[in-house]
DNA sequence: TGAAGAAGGTCAAAGTAGGTCTAAAGGTCA
DNA sequence: TGACCTTTAGACCTACTTTGACCTTCTTCA
């Protein structure tokens, strides 16, 4: 049994790829209605799958002719990927935002699946996961210096 | 009398080689009330049965829709890799013998430069290379973590 | 202009499902 | 038989999902 945020996560994938231009727009309540569920659903998947650490911006109106907009963002080649990575990352970054940008990076074909698999296996092993004084900090300082290998050298 | 363990084992087993790709997706609980027990008597069978020492990947997943996915690893075809795992490594090691290991995957073209660059580099930041205590068992843990990925073959 | 209605936003509670830990029971073997 | 290892059961923990009540913002129209 699948789970409704899943399928819906899918669904507005399966639109994105189809659009030009990597833009979506619809009207939460229609979903809502499409899927069965409540109109809250369909922000927690915006929430949870469609974030920005997950390379997507979202916008929203309320009110007569409200909406909501998925924006796929693609970094094009002239962009300094790693001050866009670095930013995200900071000085500190927990487990789950790391997962979210490795997502983020293999979607956008910058890394194979095996180098997220290796990256995240890195990250489980070397920093524990829940508030361990000082994980944060380590956690980034392993991820930046993953990156940048990863984005120095090409595939 | 086979215990109830032995019989999950088998059973979990028999769906393995049914499956193709060697990947299993289920749910615990489902599996527990299939042979009714408690449903950690699953976790118990897939820590000492399945565990990666044996040739197995676990990949879970909590809440709604949770599930657990048990990955065969193809033995043979990894049998350089298994090799450098267990006999190689051991509980501690150097920096500069992992260089050199990871050289080895890369002239049998086991690794590509990406990963080679990643997994030294991740050895470099994570472990100070000259004998601080525990360094070399950390190390080892470090590059084990790695080298798993390289076992799977769903890509 | 301001009240009504139409969207979307937020948050907390309840629900679902796997993880961990430990005590007790069951086997094995010298 | 006693020491030791394996298995089983269950209580409690953590993570992710679903639902619903209530809030805020925006448009429309009298």
Chains 1, 2 share one sequence.
Do not use: W
Not at 19 to 45: D, H, T, W
Not at 50 to 77: A, C, K, P, Q, W
Not at 85 to 97: Q, V
């Amino acid at each position: 049994m699948p789970n409704i945020a899943d399928i819906i996560e899918e669904y507005i994938k399966a639109r994105l790829s189809r659009s030009n231009g990597g833009i979506v727009v619809m009207r939460r309540s229609e979903l809502a209605e499409k899927f069965q569920c409540v109109p809250s659903q369909i922000s927690y998947v915006l929430n949870t799958r469609f974030s920005f650490n997950r390379g997507y911006i979202i916008e929203t109106r309320r009110g007569g002719g409200g909406f909501i907009r998925v924006i796929r963002v693609s970094l094009d080649e002239s962009e300094d990927i790693l001050d866009i990575i670095y930013e995200k990352i900071g000085d500190e970054i927990s487990l789950g935002e790391c997962i979210n940008l490795i997502k983020y990076l293999y979607d956008e074909e910058l890394i194979t699946k095996r180098e997220a698999h290796l990256m995240e296996n890195v990250l489980e092993v070397t920093t524990p996961n829940n508030g361990v004084q000082g994980s944060g900090r380590q956690r980034a300082a392993i991820f930046k210096a993953m990156l940048m290998v990863l984005l120095r050298h090409d595939k």
